[in-house]
């Protein structure tokens, strides 16, 4: 199983970006399909995921109302929409794959190679 994330780069506080997760290798109907984000010096945190059944999403508070994470199950494909990204918003991106709805990171079982978002003041 391959997550081949993407779509990082340098944007303005206020900006817009869109990151996608190509998924290979594996049927991904049962799985639940996270970002997480990782900001130098922090911990990986969670950031937003989405239930391949039955299509359910969950945010983190911080991010809640600017970001938008969908789902195209005919390319295996994951998005996320980020809106009023903000200098906080800095870190490099991770997708990943669960066999269950979880927001911590542990239980995730396959990982993409990540993708770098800055966001300057």
């Known amino acids: 199983v391959q997550l081949q994330a993407s779509g990082g780069g340098l944007v303005q506080s206020g900006g817009s970006l869109r990151l996608s997760c190509a998924a290979s290798?594996?049927?991904?109907?049962?799985?639940?399909m996270g970002w997480f984000r990782q900001a130098p010096g922090k911990e990986r945190e969670f950031v937003a995921l989405?239930?391949?059944?039955?299509?359910?999403?969950y945010y983190a508070d911080s991010v809640r109302g600017r970001f938008t994470i969908s789902g195209d199950t005919a390319k295996n494909t994951v998005y996320l929409q980020m809106n009023s990204l903000k200098p906080e918003d800095t870190a490099v991106y991770f997708c990943?794959?669960?066999?269950?709805?979880?927001?911590?990171?542990?239980?995730?079982?396959?990982w993409g190679q990540g993708t770098l978002v800055t966001v300057s003041s």
């Open positions: 989405i239930n391949w059944s039955g299509g359910s999403t």
């Open positions: 990943a794959a669960a066999p269950v709805v979880v927001t911590t990171p542990d239980p995730y079982r396959y």
């Open positions: 290798g594996g049927t991904f109907s049962r799985y639940a």
